[in-house]
C-alpha cells in the first residue's frame, strides 16, 4: 500500500476518513464533512450511540454534499490517551474496514487534531498501522472472487506538515515486519534451510554482512547438536549470521547478539507430533525469522549500533537415519546430551548457535527467540511471549521495549531447583526434564551454554507467531512478533544518539 502526506485532498471521490473524539467531538474536518452534508454525520454518529470510542467506525456510503464514495468516522478517544499506539490502532482499524471494500484510495483528515504526540509523528504511527495491517499473503491464492481480493491501494494522510520524517524510520521496521511473516507463512517445501539463507542473500543490499555455515563448516566447528537434529531431513542444516554495523567504526564496540530458532519444518522426529495440526509446524522458524526481519528493519532505518543476528536452521525428520531418543550428542561447547525426546530439538539448534556467536563475536549482551514449548502457551496463551533471563537490567529494558511496541513479554522463573531437572545419568544433561516447568526446564538448558558474564534473555514465543484470529495490526496467521520488539530494544538500549 501506499503512503502519501499530500497537502489537499485528491480531487476525485475517494473514502474519507475523519476523527471524532471522545464524547462525540468533532475534529475540525469532521465538522466540516458534517456541515458540507447537512447534518448527516452527527444524525448519524446519533443514531449508532457512537461515543468516540479509540478504533470504532461509523460509515456512510455515498454521502451527499461530499465528494466521497464513503465517509468514515473513527473514534479516537481522549486527546491525553492519544499516543503512538493509538494511532496505530487507528490506522489498523482504517485498513481492516477498508482492505476489500473495493475502495482503492482513501484520505484521513488530522488537521486540529489534539494529540499526546507531535501531530506529524502522530500521522506516520497512523500509516505505520495502516501499512502493518493491510498486509496480506495471497500468492497461492488462485481462485479468489473479485470481492475478496484486496482493493486498497494508497492511503493519503492530510493535515500533518513533516511527518514524511518520521514515516521513513516506520516504513523500514514495517518491511521488517512483513518479511517475518512472509518467511513464517511460506510452506515448508519453499523454505527450507538452503532456501531461507538464498531469501536472505537481499539483505547485503543493505549493508548487511552474510556469513553461512553449512554442515562440513558445522563438523569442523564440533556442532553436534544442531546437526543430530539435522541428520533425518534431506535438507541439509544451515547457519545464517547476519552483521550489522552501523555505528561508522572500523572497530565498533562489542555487538548485542540476536540468536533465533529456525525449525524450518518439525514433525517431532522419531519422537513424532500428532497428526492433527502438524501443518502448523512450518512456523516453527519464526525466531529466527523474528531475527531476520529485525535485521533488516535496523539495517534499513540505518540504526547507529553493532547488531548480529544468528540462525540456526533445520528440518526436523523422521527417516531412518534420525536421532533416536537415548542418542547422546556432543555439542560444540564440549557439553555432552542425551535426547530423551526428539521433538525437544529446538534448544539442541540454538545451543551450538549460541556458543558459535559468543566464540565469533565476544557479545555482552544475547537475546534469543525461538519457538520453543507449548507449555508457555498453556501458561501465557497467546498475548505474551514468556521472557527467562539473566539479569534484571535486561529484563526492563526487554520489557519496556515490548509495551512500547505491543509485543508483550512476561518474565518466568528460573533456578537452581530446575536445572537439576535436566541432569542426565549417562552426559551431562538431557535435553527434556518432567512434564512439569517444561518452558523453564528448556531455558534452563539453554542457560547451560550462555558463558560467563553474558547478559542472556531467552524469549519463548510459541503463543506470539501464529494466532488464529485477527489483531489491531494484523490478520490471522503470521504475527511479525518480535521485529519491532527487538528494533525498539536496540534504539532505547544500544544505539549512539
Keep these: 500500500m501506499i503512503i502519501a502526506y499530500p497537502s489537499t485532498a485528491h480531487d476525485q471521490p475517494h473514502a474519507r476518513i475523519v476523527l471524532v473524539g471522545s464524547g462525540g467531538a468533532l475534529s475540525p474536518a469532521a465538522a466540516a464533512a458534517d456541515a458540507a452534508g447537512g447534518g448527516q454525520l452527527a444524525r448519524a454518529l446519533a443514531a449508532a450511540r457512537f461515543d468516540g470510542e479509540a478504533g470504532a467506525i461509523v460509515e456512510l456510503l455515498a454521502p451527499a454534499g461530499i465528494a466521497a464514495t464513503r ?42 487534531v489534539s494529540a499526546a504526540i507531535p501531530l506529524a509523528e502522530a500521522a506516520a504511527h497512523l500509516a505505520h498501522g495502516a501499512m502493518l495491517r493491510n498486509w496480506r499473503f495471497d500468492k497461492y491464492h488462485t481462485t479468489m472472487k473479485p470481492k475478496q481480493k484486496p482493493t486498497l491501494a494508497q492511503l493519503d494522510v492530510l493535515g500533518a506538515t513533516g511527518a514524511e520524517a518520521f514515516h521513513a524510520r516506520l516504513a523500514a521496521i514495517a518491511d521488517g515486519v512483513m518479511r517475518t511473516r512472509a518467511l513464517v507463512t511460506e510452506p515448508a517445501n519453499v523454505i527450507y534451510p538452503e532456501s531461507f539463507v538464498a531469501a536472505a542473500q537481499d539483505l547485503a543490499a543493505l549493508g548487511i554482512t552474510l ?10 566447528l564440533g556442532m553436534g547438536a544442531v546437526l543430530g537434529v539435522a541428520q533425518g531431513s534431506v535438507r541439509p542444516a544451515r547457519i545464517l549470521a547476519m552483521q550489522w554495523n552501523g555505528t561508522g567504526s572500523d572497530t ?23 497428526a492433527a495440526g502438524m501443518e502448523d509446524m512450518k512456523w516453527d522458524m519464526g525466531g529466527a525469522a ?15 549500533a553493532h ?19 537415548g542418542d547422546v550428542v556432543t555439542s560444540m561447547s564440549g557439553q555432552t546430551i542425551e535426547v530423551i525426546n526428539t521433538d525437544a530439538e529446538g534448544r539442541l539448534v540454538l545451543c551450538d548457535a549460541i556458543w558459535w556467536a559468543q566464540e565469533i563475536w565476544k557479545p555482552e549482551v544475547i537475546v534469543d527467540l525461538a519457538t520453543l514449548t507449548g507449555a508457555i502457551i498453556i501458561s501465557l496463551g497467546h498475548d505474551h511471549a514468556g521472557m527467562f533471563t539473566n539479569d534484571d537490567g535486561l529484563a ?33 544433561m538431557k535435553n527434556v526434564g518432567p512434564r512439569e516447568g517444561g518452558s523453564i526446564t528448556a531455558a534452563q538448558f539453554i542457560k547451560r551454554f550462555v558463558k560467563p558474564g553474558v547478559k542472556w534473555a531467552h524469549l519463548d514465543i510459541a503463543g506470539t507467531v501464529w494466532v488464529s484470529k485477527a489483531g489491531t495490526l494484523h490478520e ?20 549512539a544518539r
Excluded: Y
Design 252 to 274: 565498533p564496540p562489542a555487538p548485542v547478539v540476536l540468536v533465533g530458532k529456525g525449525v524450518t519444518f518439525d514433525t517431532g522426529g522419531i519422537s513424532i507430533k500428532p
Design 290 to 304: 523474528a531475527v531476520t526481519g529485525a535485521m533488516h528493519a535496523l539495517a534499513a532505518r540505518r540504526a547507529k
Design 211 to 220: 556469513t553461512v555455515l553449512d554442515v562440513p563448516a558445522m563438523e569442523a
Design 396 to 428: 526492563a529494558q526487554l520489557s519496556a521495549a515490548g509495551e512500547a511496541t505491543g509485543d508483550r513479554l512476561w518474565r518466568m522463573p528460573m533456578g537452581d531447583s530446575f536445572d537439576k531437572l535436566i541432569d542426565s545419568p549417562i552426559a551431562d
Design 71 to 112: 465517509l468514515l468516522a473513527i473514534g479516537s478517544g481522549t486527546a491525553e490517551g492519544a499516543d503512538a499506539a493509538l494511532f496505530e490502532k487507528l490506522g489498523g482499524a482504517i485498513a481492516a474496514r477498508l482492505q476489500t471494500s473495493g475502495e482503492t484510495r482513501a484520505s484521513v483528515d488530522l488537521g486540529g
Design 476 to 495: 490471522k496467521g503470521a504475527t511479525g512478533f518480535g521485529v519491532r520488539l527487538l528494533d525498539r530494544f536496540i534504539a532505547d538500549n544500544f544505539e
Design 307 to 325: 547488531v548480529v543476528g544468528v540462525v540456526g536452521l533445520v528440518e526436523n525428520m523422521p527417516d531412518g537415519n534420525a536421532q533416536r531418543p
